[in-house]
């Protein structure tokens, strides 16, 4: 049984993950830089590390939740990174949303030193991340998966194996695309009413007993008519992963024309300084253009 747990990445979604964990009953050791993040999980009963390696120690499971591929890269293979701490046995689990590449690469490291990493990244946003109703997608070795199960059900309450390494980034890209043409076709609607003369208000209540009913319809079109963008899923970090998704989609070649839209809609909320506006704040971009606010 799993009782040693490494934890790194203390953002708006790895502090209540990582929460939930402590809550559990294991053992858990929290790094992040910032060391106001690390306080607050030691004061919930957290063992405080110095580094990525000092954090990974003697953890039988180690967990980062990180926001680029290149900061999991480095704290994973980096000086002072996971895989000089890591244990005979020891399970990397990367959370982050990461580029499909840079998966397998740390992958493949992982499995050259003899030890074991699972991709398994999350949808659900900070409301998800504090319920513990994550969606959890994962890549990599079907026992390790197994093995981690009821660590991962601690955190989200759709846990579900996709394949080898990577697949769980491959899953994480394709929800990211539905999330943003959703976000994108909520605000565009809303628009339209209030242009229309109809009260957004009560177009949303409408839809919500229809086919167009949805978790984006219900929370973020909630925020776009009370223009409540205070984060819980930062623009900067959509716009990153729909680079992923148009980075990969390049490399295969699929074409994807509502994605590329929706990314340059992300590049004109950073113009206007929205990069650490909740994505929701896509319909600011959309108010704009149409001359008009809901």
């Known amino acids: 049984m799993i009782k ?26 929290v790094y992040d830089v910032a060391a106001v993040q690390r306080e607050k999980l030691v004061a919930q009963g957290a063992i405080g590390a110095g580094s990525p390696k000092e954090a990974a120690q003697s953890a039988e499971v180690i967990i980062t939740m990180l926001p680029a591929s290149a900061i999991v890269e480095a704290v994973v293979l980096g000086e002072n990174g996971v895989l000089g701490a890591m ?21 493949a490291a992982i499995e050259k030193a003899g030890l074991v990493m699972l991709d398994a990244p999350v ?25 981690v199960l009821p660590v991962l059900q601690k955190m ?44 957004p208000a009560k177009i949303r209540e409408a839809m919500m007993g229809g086919f167009a009913q949805s978790r984006v319809l219900e929370l973020h079109g909630q925020r776009m008519i009370e223009h409540n963008f205070i984060p819980g899923g930062k623009v900067r970090l959509h716009q990153k992963d729909l680079d992923i998704v148009l980075e990969a989609a390049k490399d295969v070649g699929v074409y994807m024309p ?11 909320l950073a113009a206007m300084g929205g990069l650490d506006w909740d994505h929701s704040a896509i319909v600011r971009g959309i108010e704009l253009l149409s001359q008009t606010q809901l």
């Open 4 to 29: 040693n747990i490494g934890f790194i990445g203390l953002g708006i979604m790895g502090t209540p993950m990582a929460g939930h964990l402590l809550k559990a009953g294991y053992r858990v050791c």
């Open 87 to 107: 244990e005979k046995g020891a399970i990397l689990i990367d959370m982050s949303t990461t580029s499909i590449t840079t998966t397998k690469k740390i992958a």
């Open 123 to 147: 949808s659900g946003g900070d409301v998800g991340a504090i319920e513990a109703t994550l969606s959890i997608m994962v890549g990599g070795p079907e026992a390790a998966f197994q093995k």
């Open 156 to 199: 989200g309450r759709n846990v579900t194996h996709i394949g080898g390494a990577g697949s769980g980034q491959v899953a994480k890209a394709c929800n990211q695309v539905v999330v943003a043409m959703t976000i994108q076709a909520v605000g565009e609607a809303l628009v339209f009413a209030k242009k229309n003369g109809a009260d």
């Open 258 to 268: 509502g994605t590329a839209l929706v990314s340059q809609i992300w590049n004109s």
